[in-house]
């Protein structure tokens, strides 16, 4: 026979079930604490924010499939990024999202290849199959970029630059928010657009 949950139980339970839920659904902010996150990368090295304190950090979410992440890639803008961002010290992190049996989900070697093959220059592919981190960070959109601080704060979230197009042709005059925003880091300087909207293909989580 069943026996009744005592009253000050339930209240607890119900009680951790709304701020869990209150967890998950906290949206990232700029200026607040970046997202924790537990993911491993393509060699089986588990990083987390910790793992990156004194450091500056962009975080990259990929798609090798979508024709937005391919316009970077193609037309090597975003190995640009990542090169310039290695010479300032950037520690920059790919992140795949894709759930396996999802398009755009990669295993550990097929991302490898695709960072060869891209000559593409990230510290680290992380491999967030669960989407939690994804999920943590609001990610929507490959390309999405974020940038954390030496301390752990968000700084930038949004898109690569302001021209919302799969056309390599765009990047030529756009406004690359990554090469702007390491400027102003370089510089000393605050960011001046810490948030704008990120376009391309969504995530399938």
Same mark, same amino acid.
């Not at 607890?12 to 491993?40: K, M, Q, R, Y």
């Not at 925003?181 to 909207?197: D, K, Y």
């Given at each position: 026979?069943?026996?009744?949950?005592?009253?000050?139980?339930?209240?607890?339970?119900?009680?951790?079930?709304?701020?869990?839920?209150?967890?998950?659904?906290?949206?990232?902010?700029?200026?607040?604490?970046?997202?924790?996150?537990?993911?491993?990368?393509?060699?089986?090295?588990? &990083?987390?924010?910790?793992?990156?304190?004194?450091?500056?950090?962009?975080?990259?979410?990929?798609?090798?499939?979508?024709?937005?992440?391919?316009?970077?890639?193609?037309?090597?803008?975003?190995?640009?990024?990542?090169?310039?961002?290695?010479?300032?010290?950037?520690? &920059?992190?790919?992140?795949?999202?894709?759930?396996?049996?999802?398009?755009?989900?990669?295993?550990?070697?097929?991302?490898?290849?695709?960072?060869?093959?891209?000559?593409?220059?990230?510290?680290?592919? #992380?491999?967030?199959?669960?989407?939690?981190?994804?999920?943590?960070?609001?990610?929507?959109?490959?390309?999405?970029?974020?940038?954390?601080?030496?301390?752990?704060?968000?700084?930038?979230?949004?898109?690569?630059?302001?021209?919302?197009?799969?056309?390599?042709?765009?990047?030529?005059?756009?406004?690359?928010?990554?090469?702007?925003?390491?400027?102003? #880091?370089?510089?000393?300087?605050?960011?001046?657009?810490?948030?704008?909207?990120?376009?391309?293909?969504?995530?399938?989580?």
């Amino acid at each position: 026979m069943q026996q009744a949950q005592h009253p000050l139980l339930t209240i607890g339970l119900t009680l951790c079930a709304a701020l869990f839920s209150l967890n998950l659904a906290a949206a990232p902010e700029v200026g607040a604490p970046a997202p924790d996150f537990s993911v491993i990368d393509t060699k089986g090295e588990v &990083w987390t924010l910790d793992h990156l304190k004194g450091k500056t950090t962009i975080l990259e979410w990929t798609n090798h499939d979508c024709p937005y992440v391919r316009k970077h890639y193609d037309s090597r803008n975003m190995q640009r990024l990542q090169h310039k961002a290695a010479e300032e010290g950037v520690v &920059w992190l790919t992140v795949i999202s894709s759930a396996p049996g999802k398009q755009g989900h990669v295993s550990p070697e097929q991302a490898d290849e695709l960072t060869a093959s891209r000559e593409a220059a990230p510290v680290a592919v #992380l491999l967030d199959e669960s989407g939690e981190m994804g999920g943590a960070y609001g990610a929507s959109t490959t390309p999405h970029l974020f940038m954390i601080d030496p301390e752990g704060t968000l700084i930038y979230m949004g898109g690569i630059d302001d021209r919302p197009t799969s056309d390599v042709a765009d990047i030529d005059g756009a406004t690359n928010y990554v090469d702007q925003a390491l400027a102003e #880091l370089a510089a000393g300087e605050a960011l001046s657009t810490p948030v704008t909207r990120p376009y391309g293909c969504s995530i399938k989580y």
